[in-house]
């Protein structure tokens, strides 16, 4: 069993920056591929970035590539999504997942666990 908590979310200004964590539970944490997704209101939940249990792999949606950084510490049991130069479209609710496998997946469907979300409004 993994729980997850997310913190880190905010208001923040078009263009501006903001870091998410998501701290998980137990000692297996280096075992699971994490990722990030988003929904909006009245949208589908959107694939944002994943990361392999060892952290040498990552991918990016379309939407987020180039602006967005996933990380992790396996030693903090923590992933990271490092948020830059970000819209008023990246507005959502932002969770993270884990995924009992190495390679991350861009699939809502592949994981196994889910944090309760955190709220990204991005507004001037």
């Known amino acids: 069993q993994v729980q997850l908590v997310e913190s880190g979310g905010g208001l923040v200004q078009p263009g501006g920056s903001l870091r998410l964590s998501c701290a998980a539970s137990?000692?297996?944490?280096?075992?699971?591929?994490m990722g990030w997704f988003r929904q909006a209101p009245g949208k589908e939940r959107e694939f944002v970035a994943t990361?392999?249990?060892?952290?040498?792999?990552?991918y990016y949606g379309d939407s987020v590539k180039g602006r967005f950084t996933i990380s992790r510490d396996n030693a903090k049991n923590t992933v990271y999504l490092q948020m830059n130069s970000l819209k008023p479209e990246d507005t959502a609710v932002y969770y993270c997942?884990?995924?009992?496998?190495?390679?991350?997946?861009?699939?809502?469907?592949?994981?196994?666990?889910w944090g309760q979300g955190t709220q990204v409004t991005v507004s001037s």
């Open positions: 997942a884990a995924a009992r496998r190495y390679s991350g997946s861009y699939y809502h469907g592949e994981y196994d666990y």
């Open positions: 137990g000692r297996t944490f280096s075992s699971y591929a």
């Open positions: 990361i392999s249990w060892s952290g040498g792999s990552t």
